[in-house]
């Protein structure tokens, strides 16, 4: 696959800084620098950890959302309640993100508080922390990878056409696929076996499975007490104030998370085999704007420097990516400017829903291919047959 781009200087991987001329530039071709390279360019300061700078988000996140729930219920109003559930969702997301950095280790270079802070905030969520934890490494040891990649793989052309219809619809229809998250953690993807929640999974080393069994028990914990409350204060009422919160968190993750990897306006590869490595697969993420949610989300729509290095603090993301740009060159792909709602992501998701929908079942460099037949119904099939 290749795009047409202006030439830049040949410290990007471009032939010649006077030269005026378009150029085909295919992303998928080996970078002309090392990840050292990055590495270098990024200021040191981009690599300091504060816990007390970390812990002021969480304490901003969770003062935020008591705040937003006992106005809900003091006021407890149906003009007042959708307002609730966008911006509630919106802060469980903000929380997940701040999770998430304690997973990576980027919230502190405290073991101890890392694991503390990510129980309570993911347990908060119903997401069981070092489950999650464990398969997102994954996710970042082979970004990228056909079959080693764990979050939002792309399905084999023979594995796909195994599917039922009826899943292939659910798969690929928004927007069902922006709930999936719950499911993913239970049964993970099509052609993966294995649970976030059970410490005998193939997902974890025999080592891990009492870190699993904790986390286990601490969602447990959160669901029982979900429960309670729906004894206590009726089932209505918990689903107004966490419910659907959560639907909308949830949203947020999937939607997020598949943008991060997925619509780009020119296709990028998948690799397999030898041509992939560690900085190929890290290239073909996407930094996204997300408007006036860019602070709230905690910057994770600067992403391809969170890829390469997710030991970088959220809130050197931006510092950090500012410097390596110029290392990047063309394999950087600058994030469309966002007005206040990032409503033109929207449409780079439901296009890529539905045309990216399985990869060739061989090759080392795939890219993306559409299934024409999809959203045909049987009796169309028949008269196109």
Known sequence: ??????????????????????????????????????????????????????MSYVVRDICAVAALAIAAVYFDSWILWPLYWAAQGTLFWAIFVLGHDCGHGSFSDIPLLNSVVGHILHSFILVPYHGWRISHRTHHQNHGHV???????????????TLPHSTRMLRYTVPLPMLA?????????????????????GLFAPSERKLIATSTTCWSIMLATLVFLSFLVGPITVLKVYGVPYIIFVMWLDAVTYLHHHGHDEKLPWYRGKEWSYLRGGLTTIDRDYGIFNNIHHDIGTHVIHHLFPQIPHYHLVDATKAAKHVLGRYYREPKTSG??????????????????????????????????????????????
């Open 340 to 385: 206040a709602i990032p409503i033109h992501l929207v449409e780079s998701l439901v296009a890529s829903i539905k045309k990216d929908h399985y990869v060739s079942d061989t090759g080392d460099i795939v890219f993306y291919e559409t299934d024409p037949d999809l959203y045909v119904y049987a009796s169309d099939k028949s008269k196109i047959n």
């Open 181 to 201: 998250y719950p499911i993913y953690l239970w049964y993970r993807s099509p052609g993966k076996e294995g649970s976030h929640f059970n410490p005998y999974s």
């Open 147 to 161: 079959e080693n990649d764990e979050s939002w793989v792309p399905l084999p052309e023979k594995l796909y056409k």
């Open 1 to 54: 696959m290749v795009v047409a781009m202006d030439q830049r200087s040949n410290v990007n991987g471009d032939t010649g800084a006077g030269a005026r001329k378009e150029e085909r530039f295919d992303p998928s071709a080996q970078p002309p620098f090392k990840i050292g390279d990055i590495r270098a360019a990024i200021p040191k300061h981009c690599w300091v950890k504060s816990p007390l700078r970390s």
